[in-house]
């Protein structure tokens, strides 16, 4: 594997932007957890993210430590924020309002908020999901705060998208896969269709985002429709 530090940033890590709204955003009154592992993909996270917070949305975001790698690895962020993450967001006039609605949480922090049943929300997102957590999710393990919320997530019945990184697949993972589906997540892996020809890695990116928008039931404005 290249040391990332060797590596010129990628042009595609930064193209993804969509403006905000010229009204300031109304809070939604929806929360939404992001959970982050250190599979390939930091860069549809962040779109995540940007999607999620411009529509007003809270969005309470948990990293592993791998998670944190993948970022600096694929997108130079080294510390996790707004302003690194949706760095035009951070930039933009409704700053306060994106960064109030950022609650970040530390990964060993199992006593966080989103590790208790209590803490009602619309749904859990894991973008991009590695077989390590995969697994850990499926085990039950609630041993970090990412493994822990998703458990807390099934229990209560809320929606689980588990979007899943990595090719091939071992038994273990469909098997995990298996029992996570059984448990009531949606395993939505990180594959695009190309049925809509898209010409750009953005394009590519925004395919996988929409998809797990729409398993959260949350509007959104990416071209991922065959036809409306
Ligand atoms: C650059 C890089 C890319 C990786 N890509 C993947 C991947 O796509 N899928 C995967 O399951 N693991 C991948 N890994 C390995 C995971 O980071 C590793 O298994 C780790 O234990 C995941 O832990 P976490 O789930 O706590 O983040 C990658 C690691 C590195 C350094």
Redesign the pocket.
């Known amino acids: 594997?290249p040391n990332p530090s060797d590596q010129p940033p990628k042009n595609y890590m930064i193209a993804p932007k969509s403006v905000p709204p010229t009204e300031a955003p109304l809070s939604s009154g929806k929360r939404y957890i992001l959970g982050i592992?250190?599979?390939?993909?930091a860069v549809y996270a962040a779109r995540l993210l940007e999607q999620l917070l411009i529509q007003g949305h809270q969005v309470h975001l948990v990293v592993?430590?791998?998670?944190k790698?993948?970022l600096a690895?694929e997108m130079n962020i080294t510390s996790v924020s707004l302003s690194t993450m949706c760095p035009h967001l951070a930039a933009d006039q409704h700053k306060a309002l994106f960064a109030s609605n950022l609650i970040i949480h530390p990964n060993k922090d199992v006593g966080a908020t989103i590790a208790s049943g209590s803490f009602l929300h619309d749904g859990m997102v894991i973008l991009?999901c590695?077989?390590?957590?995969l697994g850990?999710i499926a085990s039950g393990s609630g041993s970090n705060l990412l493994s822990r919320a998703a458990a807390v997530t099934l229990k209560e019945r809320h929606t689980l998208v588990v979007c899943h990184?990595?090719s091939p697949l071992n038994l273990i993972d469909i098997e995990n896969m298996r029992t996570l589906t059984l448990a009531g997540a949606i395993i939505a892996p990180t594959n695009p269709g190309l049925y809509l020809l898209p010409t750009t890695v953005d394009e590519l990116i925004d395919f996988t985002v929409g998809k797990a928008l729409d398993l959260l039931k949350v509007p959104h404005a990416l071209k991922t429709r065959w036809a409306e």
Request: aromatic content about 4%.
């Open positions: 594997m592992t250190g599979a390939s993909g592993t430590d791998f998670g790698r993948l690895d991009p590695s077989s390590t957590s850990a990184r990595e």
